[in-house]
């Protein structure tokens, strides 16, 4: 062997190490997820949120069989890679929102519950409740003017958390619109909007406006529409509403409605992933930035139709798509980089379990938690850490 080279055996071994690090498990091109523990209960449609001081509070959601509600919450410790129980919640719930607030406390907004007449169904929650960090107990604040679950809380630049949407019992999509004040613990009700929807998806933008977009409704809008059925339709409508005036105003239609997408914002603009139109699960993409009349596409699209996925923004400023529902199956493992300044899709990983229903928290060192949801059906208790690598962009494979 010559000086600073590597002998036959070296190679071979190197060759070896690289093959079997490139097929280990959640390993990929330009990201790696590796194991993170379990949590005390499995949970799906749960909240995760990241504190103040860097660890991670993972709250209520869906336990057993993915149908009961949980009042139980989970921390966990980037630094130490270990999870602890929490203070449970004042009461049991899913669907629900939760917002850490300016001076650090997590505001936690409706939901449901079970019943309490004893049957195995749901009911919208009115009541909110904060977690004091100092004493490490929830007390309960002032309960919202209307039941709801499956609503979007967004804090805006004063503190205040815009609360819209959701949906009551018997599937009644709300119009109406509430803030929280953090100051005095209350909610007050402000200008409604145009249509009710549930299950949408809501971003603050750095004008401090919010944009409310897509999901699903049963009410009609305007005149002569006729209602929707009983559990409504996907929207394609979107609205922008202004904390300094207090009125909605309306954006140009998405390119076709959809539901259970992910939506981030990216400075001014407003990018949608994937989710469920009313023929199919759909791979477009699509943005929108003022004062654009209509949303564009890029040239490429997701790799594969996708709903009940997560997007996380990085702190280099691309998007992290992982897991979700495939058109062509029940959950997917597929973790996959949206590189923002070339456009272009890059292979990250994978999951060591395949996931939908989950939460993705990005930590302070750029990893992003990934915890729970269901895989092949079942609630699933096992957390995962996805890290970035150094890797080539391979662009990814289709279905």
Do not use: Y
């Not at 055996?9 to 070896?16: D, Y």
């Not at 953090?182 to 929807?197: C, E, I, K, S, Y």
């Not at 292979?347 to 930590?363: D, E, F």
């Amino acid at each position: 062997m010559t000086r600073g080279g590597l002998g036959e055996t070296s190679k071979v071994r190197l060759a070896i190490a690289v093959t079997l690090a490139l097929l280990a498990p959640g390993a990929g091109a330009q990201g790696q997820s590796s194991a993170a523990g379990r949590l005390a209960e499995a949970r799906a449609h749960h909240t995760s949120t990241r504190l103040v001081d860097g660890r991670v509070l993972v709250i209520g959601g869906r336990g057993r069989d993915a149908t009961e509600p949980l009042a139980s919450t989970e921390l966990f410790d980037p630094r130490t890679g270990a999870w602890r129980r929490g203070p449970p919640m004042m009461t049991a719930r899913s669907g629900h929102t939760a917002t850490l607030l300016d001076d650090g406390r997590v505001l936690v907004v409706g939901g449901a519950a079970m019943a309490h007449d004893g049957s195995a169904r749901l009911e919208a929650l009115a009541s909110a409740e904060v977690l004091e960090l100092g004493t490490m107990t929830w007390r309960e604040v002032g309960g919202l003017g209307e039941p709801r679950n499956g609503h979007s809380a967004t804090k805006l630049r004063d503190g205040t958390v815009l609360v819209v949407g959701g949906a009551k019992p018997v599937h009644r999509h709300l119009a109406s619109v509430e803030r929280f004040d953090p100051v005095t613990g209350r909610f007050a009700v402000v200008r409604p909007l145009d249509q009710g929807r549930w299950l949408h998806d809501a971003v603050r933008l750095p004008d401090g406006t919010v944009v409310v977009l897509g999901g699903r409704s049963n009410q009609a809008l305007g005149e002569g529409g006729g209602d929707p059925p009983r559990g409504g339709l996907p929207l394609d409508t979107a609205e922008q509403f202004d904390p300094t005036t207090g009125e909605w105003a309306a954006l140009p239609r998405l390119t076709e409605p959809r539901q259970r997408t992910a939506v981030v914002a990216l400075g001014r603009r407003v990018l949608v992933f994937g989710g469920q139109t009313p023929a199919m699960t759909t791979n477009a993409v699509e943005w929108w930035e003022a004062p654009a009349t209509r949303w564009a596409q890029p040239a490429t699209q997701l790799p594969s139709p996708l709903a009940g996925h997560t997007a996380s923004v990085l702190p280099t400023g691309d998007v992290l798509i992982v897991g979700g529902e495939p058109s062509e199956g029940v959950d997917t493992g597929a973790v996959n980089r949206w590189d923002a300044v070339r456009q272009r899709w890059c292979q990250a990983g994978r999951l060591r379990v395949s996931r939908k229903g989950h939460a993705a928290t990005v930590l302070h060192d750029g990893s992003v938690l990934i915890s729970g949801g269901t895989s092949g059906g079942l609630t699933e208790p096992t957390a995962e850490r996805w890290r970035p690598t150094r890797g080539p962009c391979r662009e990814p494979s289709g279905p």
